[in-house]
């Protein structure tokens, strides 16, 4: 994977690919995990607005690197957050899925997660171009101008908002790549520990039964 130039002055990321990893129902351990998160961070922050929570600065300010605005296109890390001071608990769809939700969570920045088998060629992370789009997971076709985008020899499949349909994970998934959005001036240690926790999390919550998970991450620029 590769960043274009144009956008390594605006952001930074953490990627994490694991192989081999057992996708499907949310385990006991996951689940528990996320239900403490979910209300230690509702605890935290009981009555506060969102753009009094400072932890949520950075996944903004990657935003607005893009000219994009983050009270109208929310960040996939603020949108869980707003959900959890909501009282709603968090999604259950797949644990892979859960995880990565459960991650964003707690490092409070947009995570973008892709079945690696469906991903063809290099990768690039650019900037979507005039008239790009892709069809969203359980969503309309998600319009790609100006965004920053992760994008293969077949064309774009993530970015920080929503992902595509294409990439997704299933339980058929045995390999996947976790992708952690950071804008640039990101501390470089702490997106290299967040990172490493990720890896950590996908072999303990993610690995096949007789087998582990082996994680590789990679910090870019």
């Known amino acids: 994977m590769r960043l274009a130039e144009e956008v390594k002055s605006l952001l930074c990321v953490g990627l994490v690919r694991a192989a081999p990893v057992a996708v499907g129902p949310v385990g006991p351990d996951l689940l528990g ?5 979910a209300a230690s ?5 009981a009555g506060r607005q969102p753009s009094e929570i ?40 797949l644990n892979a899925v859960d995880l990565c939700n459960l991650l964003s969570l707690q490092f409070l920045l947009p995570l973008g997660l892709y079945d690696s088998g469906k991903i063809t060629g290099e ?67 702490t997106l290299e520990g967040y990172a490493s926790r990720a890896g950590e999390a996908i072999t303990r919550h993610l690995s096949p039964a007789g087998a582990t998970a082996i994680t590789e991450v990679e910090v870019l620029p």
């Open 33 to 37: 995990e996320m239900e403490r998160t």
């Open 41 to 45: 961070l509702a605890a935290e922050h």
């Open 54 to 93: 400072p932890g949520l600065g950075p996944a903004r300010d990657l935003y607005r690197a893009f000219r994009i605005d983050p009270t109208r296109t929310r960040p996939s890390s603020e949108a869980l957050l707003r959900r959890v001071l909501q009282g709603k608990p968090l999604p259950r769809i």
């Open 123 to 189: 990768v690039t992370l650019r900037r979507g171009t005039a008239g790009e789009s892709y069809p969203g997971i359980r969503k309309d076709d998600i319009h790609l101008e100006g965004r920053p985008v992760l994008a293969d020899s077949e064309g774009p499949f993530g970015n920080p908002t929503s992902d595509s349909f294409r990439t997704s994970v299933t339980p058929d998934t045995r390999s996947l790549w976790l992708l952690i959005f950071a804008p640039a001036g990101f501390q470089q240690t």
